[in-house]
């Protein structure tokens, strides 16, 4: 354990409580007897174990929490044989594949330093990357096809912290991203459970609104983007709590601001800028840049990491086209408290975004029986990856477009038309 005195006093433990009470409840609404499998990291500590009591006091029939370590990530970095970096713990992901298979809910808790391996080389990051992307794609999939209830939260890793808030002592800094969690998760509240009741309802009633126009695309306008996104065939709008394959209505993300569909895998066209920095596995990629010609990206820059952003996009097929769009109000209460968070969790809560690679096959009409083929005939992307990043600001307008070519405004100046 190596959690500074001063660090753990600067977290609200009340508040920290709540966090974890709503993580249950809300985010997995755990069933009783149900499993949990949780992954965090080694400074979540104090989380995982409110976590773990709550879990038990709903009904939980064991809990199991695997831990990751920003030291010994990097002591594999500088000292591990080359041949390390083509190999993953599949054995530990088809545990986690059997747990699921066998009902078990899963929570991620995110806060790992954003930077962390931002000095190490980019083959070998990405070569890392894609053995865990393989290796953990058959308990990925339980995941993203929704088969399970699941939830991601966060805790206010130091080292993350300091990346946020370089300019303040560690203790302060730590301080500062607990009360803006906490904010967002709206677990500052009085009555954080209710609260997120209303907050399901609002999202629940714009994603009903889209369902109801069926747009054909969305056109995206802003300095740097002209960008026509076609929309899956049969797709369905989703916000807030969904229900899983296993009944359970959860809250996949929190805090969660977005209301997201699934475009069309071959119908994306135009070029794209995007508006914030991505943090993606210990990157920083910024200023993204890319051209879309028949759904795929044709041609990608950065001002920083464009090796890494190439590498990514050479995953696999999919990884060149678009699996996710969502729309955030530039309005949002993360957007407005103006932190810059590298993490993909509160920055794409912060704005309009899109992502690379997979997509959910829940954000289809009936799309717990369509098959995997159907749902690549119907424009489904598929890929080992899913990659949100930001292009929504106050400087962008997104119209919707029907199947007879008439425009709607959806977006002006980032807030809803
Ligand atoms: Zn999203
Ligand atoms: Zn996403």
């Not at 190490?120 to 088969?147: G, H, T």
């Not at 508006?275 to 950065?302: C, M, W, Y």
């Not at 794409?348 to 995997?372: M, P, R, T, V, W």
Request: charged letters at 20%.
């Amino acid at each position: 354990m190596n959690i500074h005195a001063d660090v753990k006093t600067a977290v609200d433990p009340h508040k920290l409580e709540k966090l974890a009470e709503v993580a249950i409840q809300v985010g997995l609404q755990l069933q009783r007897n149900q499993d949990l499998v949780i992954t965090a990291p080694l400074a979540a500590v104090p989380l995982v174990r409110l976590l773990t009591k709550h879990a038990y006091m709903a009904g939980a029939g064991i809990v199991t929490t695997f831990y990751s370590d920003e030291e010994t990530t990097l002591a594999r970095y500088a000292h591990a044989p080359d041949a390390s970096f083509d190999k993953a713990s599949g054995w530990l992901y088809d545990g986690m594949a059997k747990a699921y298979e066998g009902g078990a809910a899963r929570l991620a808790i995110a806060g790992d330093n954003p930077m962390m391996l931002a000095g190490q080389d980019p083959a070998k990051v990405a070569r890392a990357n894609k053995a865990n992307s393989m290796a953990y794609k058959p308990a990925l999939e339980k995941i993203s096809n929704f088969d399970i209830n699941w939830n991601i939260i966060s805790y206010p890793n130091p080292s993350w912290a300091k990346q946020v808030f370089p300019e303040l002592s560690e203790e302060e800094a730590v301080r500062k991203l607990a009360d803006a969690i906490f904010a967002a998760s709206r677990v500052d509240l009085d009555d954080p459970v209710a609260a997120w009741k209303e907050h399901n309802a609002n999202l629940k009633k714009r994603s009903s609104w889209l369902n109801s126009e069926r747009f054909a695309s969305l056109h995206f306008t802003g300095p740097g983007t002209d960008l026509t996104v076609g929309l899956a065939d049969g797709h369905e709008w989703h916000g807030g709590a969904s229900t899983a394959k296993n009944g359970i209505t959860c809250n996949p993300n929190i805090p969660t601001e977005e209301v997201f569909t699934t475009p069309h895998a071959l119908k994306v066209e135009g070029h794209v800028s995007s508006t914030k920095p991505l943090s993606h596995q210990g990157t920083l990629i910024d200023n993204i840049q890319v051209r879309f010609e028949g759904g795929r990206i044709v041609e990608a820059r950065a001002s920083k990491g464009e090796e890494v952003l190439n590498k990514v996009l050479d995953t696999d097929e999919g990884a060149r086209r678009l699996g996710e769009v969502a729309l955030v109000p530039h309005s949002s209460p993360i957007s407005k408290s103006g932190i810059l968070f590298y993490n993909t969790l509160f920055d794409e809560n912060a704005s309009c975004h899109i992502a690379l690679g997979q997509c959910y096959s829940k954000c289809f009409l009936d799309g717990a029986s369509l098959s995997q083929e159907q749902i690549k005939a119907q424009g489904g992307n598929s890929s080992l990856i899913h990659i949100d990043w930001m292009i929504g600001s106050d400087q962008v307008d997104i119209d919707g477009i029907r199947a007879d070519g008439s425009k709607v405004p959806v977006m002006r100046k980032g807030e809803w038309a």
